[in-house]
């Protein structure tokens, strides 16, 4: 089956550092992957779309100069969350899109990485 | 802005009793999707409809896929511990490629022995 992964699964950081998160699929190559972010006892809000090659798409409220998504090669995309604050804190998860299958064009998602800022 | 309606948010029940959760939108859903998550991981899928009227079985889930394609359901039969999970659904609105899924609130789902 389509694996992601995502490194580191958990960090701790200060507040005003920056903290890179990588979005790894792991047996198939996708053009497009996608950011998530989810706070405590909610659901995924989509953050961006990360397109292989070219600059990311973001989401009405996602600030791009906060959140630089970078999708180099056609199996890693990263995110960085540039001068992070207590309130960035939160569960990040990433998703691959993939073209047929046997499920068909579906996205897989990582384990998530959950984000500490103090 | 395109919204999806999940209900019920919370629901608790007894080992071997049936429930039913429900996702509606006011649009057009080009493929909803269910999902499976278990606290601190990942979504898991556990299925994907596409056509109006679909109907598809996984065990004891069934989903239901509306005929108009704006609403969708998960039917657990004979709830059982495992089942416990946070269920969510999520859709995508234009086809034809790759697009940011759109998630419901979901729903916490305790099934108690």
């Known amino acids: 089956g389509a694996v992601v992964s995502q490194h580191p699964s958990w960090v701790i950081c200060k507040s005003g550092t920056s903290v890179k998160i990588e979005c790894r699929s792991l047996?198939?190559?996708?053009?497009?992957m996608f950011w998530y972010r989810q706070f405590p006892k909610q659901s995924l809000m989509l953050m961006a779309t990360?397109?292989?090659?070219?600059?990311?798409?973001?989401e009405q409220g996602v600030e791009k100069d906060k959140f630089l998504i970078n999708h180099a090669s056609l199996t890693l995309s990263t995110l960085t969350v540039t001068s992070a604050h207590p309130e960035d804190s939160s569960f990040y998860i990433c998703?691959?899109?993939?073209?047929?299958?046997?499920?068909?064009?579906?996205?897989?998602f990582g384990p998530g990485t959950r984000l500490l800022v103090l | 802005t395109q919204l999806l309606e999940q209900s019920p948010q919370f629901l608790s029940i007894q080992e071997g009793e049936n429930l039913t959760v429900y996702c509606n939108s006011s649009?057009?859903?080009?493929?909803l999707q269910w999902y499976r998550q278990e606290p601190g991981e990942g979504p898991v899928l556990l299925v994907t409809?596409?056509?109006?009227?679909e109907v598809k079985k996984l065990k004891r889930l069934t989903f239901q896929f509306g005929d108009a394609r704006k609403d969708s359901s998960l039917h657990i039969t004979a709830a059982q511990p495992g089942d416990t999970g946070l269920y969510l659904c999520?859709?995508?609105?234009?086809?034809?490629?790759?697009?940011?899924?759109?998630f419901g609130k979901g729903t916490h789902l305790i099934i108690q022995p």
């Open positions: 998703s691959a899109f993939r073209q047929g299958g046997f499920l068909g064009e579906t996205q897989y």
């Open positions: 047996d198939f190559q996708a053009t497009t």
């Open positions: 990360s397109n292989e090659g070219s600059k990311a798409t973001y």
């Open positions: 649009s057009v859903f080009s493929s």
């Open positions: 409809v596409v056509t109006g009227g």
């Open positions: 999520a859709g995508a609105w234009s086809g034809g490629g790759a697009d940011g899924l759109t």
